[in-house]
């Protein structure tokens, strides 16, 4: 199970937030050992000049240096250091891959989801 919720402010440029989504999914499947049907990706747009990096508040998303994509990443606890920063770097490696943001401007917060902390499919999930 992976969880990844994406902010970014708008692009310049429109996007196909749906394709873009839809590539992430399949990128971190085929670069993981996470099964797709165990992946869940979503992506929300920060409101233009409601971001502040050192007092900057830009009206759209920079490409590199200043105001970075927000990644959350929620998996389970069963992951290794070295499983999820693998996964990390196939998530960003895919966001700059797809919306042409630097690689280096990606910013990914991972979060520990411990066993009997998840509630889905109406029980609450236990792992090893």
Known sequence: MAL????????EEDVEVPAMIKSITEDLSRGTDISIE????????????QYAVAGLMPSSQ??????PVL??????????ISSIEAIME????????RSRVA???IFINYRKINSGHVFD????????
């Open 62 to 67: 920079p490409q590199s240096g200043s105001h």
């Open 4 to 11: 990844i919720c994406i902010k970014s402010l708008p692009f």
């Open 121 to 128: 499919h109406g029980k609450v999930l236990r792992w090893k």
């Open 71 to 80: 990644v959350d990443l929620h998996v389970p606890s069963f992951h290794n």
């Open 103 to 105: 690689y280096s401007n």
């Open 38 to 49: 165990h992946i869940t990706v979503t992506w929300e747009f920060i409101p233009s000049r």
């Open 90 to 97: 196939c998530i960003a490696f895919s966001i700059s891959k």
